[in-house]
T-cell receptor, first 113, second 112 residues
Framework: NAGVTQTPKFQVLKTGQSMTLQCAQDMNHEYMSWYRQDPGMGLRLIHY???????DQGEVPNGYNVSRSTTEDFPLRLLSAAPSQTSVYFC????????????FGPGTRLTVL | LAKTTQPISMDSYEGQEVNITCSHNNIATNDYITWYQQFPSQGPRFIIQGYKTKVTNEVASLFIPADRKSSTLSLPRVSLSDTAVYYCLVGWANFGNEKLTFGTGTRLTIIP
């Protein structure tokens, strides 16, 4: 198993550009989530999904969209990048059997100029 | 939504036992308590999970009192490689609308 994979690892955008951060897991986990982590700070939940076709907002959803068409994939779309979105983005997945054990991807480091 | 409170930072010497406590006063009946470790430039890594009483694995122990309003992560005989940020997470992700939100974490520094 590859676990949770994220692409790209690094990305530089200009203000106003849009892009999609990719996240995939091969563990057949129902629950997936996106977090952002600013330098020296904790993780903040952006969006999450409890299964294919179901998504919901986390703590800081503004400026981001998600979709969950398959169990495996959970892409995060930045609609119009802003410098305030400069951060490291982590995707995570959790088995749908209770508990809250999350398996995290390696992260995407995004810089918006 | 269970909110967690942890000390911002702790220092300890190599070889000591370290205990990090997390407060979660409004924990729900179905919530589990999970601790994660995070090194710089990496995603958090699962350490241990529990529901009540005591849980032990090869790297840590988790103590949960009967009222479940707090929990303590215990790291035996720490080494320099245990320097990291430790997060306590309370919640339950099982086909519900549970948002798994992290607290601010505890930055643990191990001193030689």
């Amino acid at each position: 198993n590859a676990g949770v994979t994220q692409t790209p690892k690094f990305q530089v955008l200009k203000t106003g550009q849009s892009m999609t951060l990719q996240c995939a897991q091969d563990m057949n986990h129902e629950y997936m989530s996106w977090y952002r982590q600013d330098p020296g700070m904790g993780l903040r939940l952006i969006h999450y999904s409890v299964g294919a076709g179901i998504t919901d907002q986390g703590e800081v959803p503004n400026g981001y969209n998600v979709s969950r068409s398959t169990t495996e994939d959970f892409p995060l779309r930045l609609l119009s990048a802003a410098p305030s979105q400069t951060s490291v983005y982590f995707c995570a997945s959790t088995p749908g059997t209770g508990g809250n054990t999350q398996y995290f991807g390696p992260g995407t480091r995004l810089t918006v100029l | 939504l269970a909110k967690t409170t942890q000390p911002i930072s702790m220092d300890s010497y190599e070889g000591q036992e370290v205990n990090i406590t997390c407060s979660h006063n409004n924990i729900a009946t179905n919530d589990y308590i999970t601790w994660y470790q995070q090194f710089p430039s990496q995603g958090p890594r699962f350490i241990i999970q529990g529901y009540k009483t005591k849980v032990t694995n090869e790297v840590a122990s988790l103590f949960i009192p009967a009222d479940r309003k707090s929990s303590t992560l215990s790291l035996p005989r720490v080494s320099l490689s245990d320097t990291a940020v430790y997060y306590c997470l309370v919640g339950w992700a099982n086909f519900g609308n549970e948002k798994l939100t992290f607290g601010t974490g505890t930055r643990l520094t191990i001193i030689p």
